[in-house]
């Protein structure tokens, strides 16, 4: 009985090496089918060092391994390969390149070494991954791929114990190149489930060698696997001159902001057309707003008409609608400060909030006004004091101002609103880019005081000049501190993805990559889809606000964690021309540049937009892809639907891509 408990003992603790690999720890990335073959797996657990696994593209006969089944026939090809003397960590990328033939100078393994060639072919094709006693006897199957699904004749899963979509990968179409575009940070389960996924495959069908004209390519730009990380919340630390947070929160701005409202979260109703009593504060501060009195409290907005880019938005009248905080916000605090807004006004001169207090009379504060000649106005803030506002008199006040030059911030538009203040100087930004200004702030320092924080209006009982803000507001942060240009940027860029806003700087992630480069020639119309766990933010369908081109975007598949797709136009016209054989072509062009992977989309056309006809058929309307910015080699597709002048395009894969539509005006 000792001896036996000895045994249980062992196989309770029993390493992998000694158990075995199960389906599905491994999975492709990578499936070239031209030129000189060549796939590419990912680890999901530790492989042990001479791990001895097998590739054969036989058809298995349906019956479970050991139990009759066995491949129809070993006409085709089979392939070894030992792992090598080291343990290969999970989350490794293992690329066999030139596996065709044993005589290819690339013939090989990036980890291990290979025995005997395997031929993948361009369709109808199937390669399982199993362990076993030799090439051809299989004990344990790892997965499997189709590049044509399996079946009988392709190849069956059938007593395999795989499963498509859980552990193997089928793909349909004959494709020649695919390559994975999913999540690449997560645990394996969510990883499995990504990559025996096909909407989060690109892939590539045609005539010739086409391993080396742009994703899907061989060899591949699948990213780095990161196994373990929680999807839902960016664990590791930022340093340098992005965010690093020492706080549980799930969201990088609310371990640093002073104040974050956001229309999408924190209200008392999320009914359309109700008013709220309260507005929560999402950072860790627990400033929130409210309105006890019914009549003077604003709405929420969540419909078509209203809302910013499919998000809610809080409305206020312009008559009395407010929402209060009984102290004020940035009291005694550093004369730094940093505000961003997004919001539309409604009116010519209005408060889109004040941090206002009382001393000795004469109210001093921060307010933010807006729609002033269509300028925005900030006044206040100085020393420990944050109280600029030198008396009653708007003749006295020496407010930091937009000027009018340009009509830079027109009244029912969409605005991105940034204010950077450094002591008793500052910048204006509206959408990224930094304004010309005129006037000065005070140098007043006063300390000691305290009076309310208003969203919507100004200080308290002196509305003369900080009337009540007429219009829609959908997100606020302040941050008592100044904020580096990086910072700024990334605050921003998640603001501008949410909301459908063009920016005129680049597109940073909260690791600092480049995630849309404005310098790339199609810096108009720019919106994206995505998700950031670090702002609590995930936009699976967006339009362009700012420059709406008529083209919606949606995803199909939930997004994971710093994945984006991000687009915008070359601003050509809507004239047509003929491309690639293909007449009523617009001339205009839009690029998609693809971070991490988003998998296929939907795309919601508005003919209306585009001048086209409404009631084409789907025949006659069509998106063409390329990836070159000449639109050489295009590859056209047509809308599935028309229906009240939408077209609607399914399946499309825009990793990187230059695209344009073609419908008869």
């Not at 026939?73 to 003397?85: D, H, K, S, V």
């Not at 950031?532 to 933010?537: E, K, R, T, V, W």
């Not at 084409?616 to 070159?628: Q, Y």
Request: aromatic share 10%; net charge negative; charged share 15%.
């Amino acid at each position: 009985m000792k001896y036996i408990t000895h045994i249980l003992l062992l196989l309770i603790i029993a390493p992998t090496s000694l158990l075995g690999l199960n389906p599905g720890d491994i999975m492709f990335v990578a499936w070239n089918g031209d030129a000189d073959d060549g796939l590419a797996i990912v680890t999901l657990v530790d492989i042990p060092a001479n791990t001895t696994l097998y590739f054969n593209d036989n058809e298995w006969n349906g019956s479970p391994a050991g139990g009759g089944g066995a491949f129809n026939n070993l006409t085709e090809f089979e392939m070894t390969w030992n792992t090598g003397a080291a343990i290969i960590p999970a989350g490794t990328i293992v690329d066999f390149t030139d596996i065709d033939n044993t005589g290819n100078p690339g013939f090989g393994a990036s980890i291990g070494t290979l025995t005997d060639n395997l031929q993948v072919n361009a369709s109808n094709e199937v390669v399982y991954i199993f362990e076993g006693t030799n090439n051809a006897t299989p004990t344990t199957f790892i997965t499997a791929m189709a590049n044509d699904g399996f079946s009988a004749a392709n190849g069956t899963l059938a007593g395999t114990g795989l499963t498509a979509g859980i552990n193997a990968l089928a793909i349909t179409g004959d494709e020649d190149l695919m390559e994975y575009r999913g999540i690449l940070c997560a645990d394996a389960n969510t990883l499995r489930d990504s990559l025996a996924d096909p909407t989060y495959w690109i892939t590539e069908d045609g005539s010739g060698d086409q391993s080396s004209n742009g994703a899907p390519d061989f060899p591949h730009s699948v990213g780095a696997f990161t196994i373990g990380c929680n999807t839902y919340y960016a664990t590791a630390p930022y340093c340098g001159d992005i965010f690093i947070s020492d706080t549980t929160s799930s969201s990088f701005i609310a371990g640093f902001a002073s104040l974050w409202l956001r229309a999408d979260s924190g209200t008392s109703s999320t009914i359309d057309g109700n008013s709220i009593s309260f507005w929560n504060d999402e950072s860790l501060n627990g400033n929130n707003v409210n309105q006890a009195s019914i009549g003077l409290r604003p709405t929420y907005q969540n419909d078509l008409i209203n809302n910013f880019n499919f998000n809610p938005v809080i409305q206020f009248d312009g008559t009395d609608d407010e929402l209060i905080r009984n102290n004020n916000l940035l009291q005694n605090n550093s004369s730094n400060a940093s505000f961003f807004a997004v919001y539309k006004s409604s009116n010519s001169f209005g408060t889109l909030l004040a941090d206002a207090f009382t001393i000795n009379g004469p109210d001093r504060g921060i307010n933010f006004s807006v729609g002033v000649n269509d300028n925005v106005t900030f006044t206040g803030l100085d020393g420990n004091s944050f109280g600029v506002m030198n008396g009653d008199n708007i003749g006295n006040q020496n407010p930091y101002i937009s000027p009018n030059t340009n009509n830079l911030f027109p009244s029912n538009n969409l605005h991105l609103s940034s204010f950077i203040k450094s002591s008793s100087t500052g910048n204006i930004q509206r959408n990224g880019n930094t304004l010309p200004t005129i006037g000065t702030l005070d140098a007043t320092t006063e300390t000691g005081y305290s009076s309310n924080f208003y969203i919507g209006s100004g200080r308290g009982t002196d509305r003369l000049y900080t009337p009540y803000f007429q219009g829609t507001i959908a997100e606020i942060i302040v941050f008592d501190s100044l904020l580096t240009i990086i910072q700024q940027q990334q605050i921003q860029t998640y603001l501008a993805i949410k909301y459908g806003i063009t920016l005129g700087h680049d597109y940073l992630s909260l690791d600092t990559n480049v995630i849309y480069d404005v310098s790339n020639g199609y810096a108009n119309g720019i919106f994206g889809i995505g998700r950031n766990n670090g702002f609590a933010f995930y936009q699976p369908k967006s339009k362009s606000e700012t420059d709406y081109s008529g083209v919606t975007i949606e995803a199909t598949m939930s997004i994971g964690d710093e994945n984006y797709l991000i687009t915008g136009h070359d601003n050509g016209s809507l004239a047509r021309i003929t491309v690639g054989g293909q007449n009523n072509t617009l001339t205009r062009k839009w690029y998609a540049e693809m971070t991490g992977g988003v998998g296929t989309v939907s795309i919601e056309l508005d003919l209306v937009t585009i001048g086209a006809n409404t009631g084409a058929a789907t025949a006659n309307v069509k998106i063409g892809i390329s990836n070159s910015p000449a639109l050489t080699n295009i590859r056209w597709m047509e809308a599935i639907s028309v229906a009240s002048g939408v077209a609607t395009f399914t399946g499309v894969d825009l990793y990187d891509k230059y695209y344009t539509f073609s419908a008869a005006p």
